[in-house]
């Protein structure tokens, strides 16, 4: 049963791979034979190099203003605890409660009167609220486990307030954050439907890219893209599972030895 489940979610991964090697202009089965022709436009075409570069532009800058938002309003709710704090992390939540339609044309009306409608530092705003609630999540977990005293105690060993934080808390918090920084990362990287309603011609994302090539003509280089980024992240996840194999051998060679 497991093996069945497992091909059911992996399967239709798969798939792409043969439909980027296809020869036809449309998403299909190679006909007559494998062909490279949508990796060469894929690599060739602007219009998808600059959306990809639109994205790496916006992704991180967003991520990073997400965590530093929410690192910032973590600190203040752990530290000043009460009713007002809780209602206030119910509302930074927003943005996971409100469906994305509504965002969309929220945010739409909001930067249209600021005049950053298609603009990248709109974009950039927008995208790091959308990744503000998962960074809130992440941290406050890792603050979970701290008790609030920390920095009062390391001021009482004559660090800055600067120092306490630097040396004394984010070093027992950092795995939080690097979390927060990557699910608004990835958010900002998959966003499609309120990227939709805030950009026009100025700002193409790769997500926007992808669903325009999907509703015109079914382009293959998707297909192409797909399968560069499965055959990525199967690289990213055998690196991580040969790096957390590695300490177990070494413990196990280790203990081989004193026994």
């Not at 105690?153 to 950092?174: C, D, E, M, V, Y």
């Not at 100025?202 to 980024?229: E, H, Y």
């Not at 070494?250 to 081989?256: I, L, P, Y």
Request: glycine share 6%; hydrophobic share 55%.
């Amino acid at each position: 049963m497991s093996l069945l489940v497992v091909a059911f979610l992996v399967l239709p991964l798969i798939a792409i791979v043969p439909m980027s090697f296809s020869d036809t202009r449309f998403l299909s089965l190679p006909h007559n034979g494998l062909s490279t022709v949508h990796y060469q436009r894929l690599f060739g075409d602007p219009a998808w190099r600059d959306s990809l570069l639109h994205s790496l532009g916006i992704a991180f800058p967003a991520a990073s203003l997400a965590v530093l938002l929410g690192l910032a309003f973590c600190l203040g709710a752990w530290q000043c605890q009460g009713r007002a704090v809780r209602l206030l992390r119910v509302l930074m939540l927003g943005p996971l409660i409100v469906p994305g339609i509504v965002h969309a044309v929220a945010y739409h009306r909001a930067l249209s009167i600021l005049g950053l409608f298609d603009s990248f530092t709109g974009t950039i705003l927008v995208h790091a609220i959308k990744g503000l609630p998962f960074v809130i999540l992440s941290i406050s977990a890792a603050l979970s486990s701290v008790r609030p005293e920390t920095l009062q105690l390391a001021r009482s060993f004559g660090a800055s307030p600067r120092q306490a934080l630097l040396k004394a808390l984010l070093p027992q918090i950092r795995y939080g954050v690097a979390a927060g920084f990557v699910l608004a990362l990835v958010t900002s990287w998959d966003e499609i439907v309120v990227t939709l309603f805030i950009t026009s011609r100025n700002v193409n994302t790769l997500p926007k890219q992808i669903w325009q090539s999907l509703f015109l003509n079914l382009d293959p280089i998707v297909a192409a893209l797909g399968t560069l980024a499965l055959v990525a992240t199967l690289l990213v996840l055998s690196a991580l599972s040969l790096r957390g194999a590695r300490p177990l051998a070494v413990a196990g060679f280790q203990e081989d030895r004193l026994n």
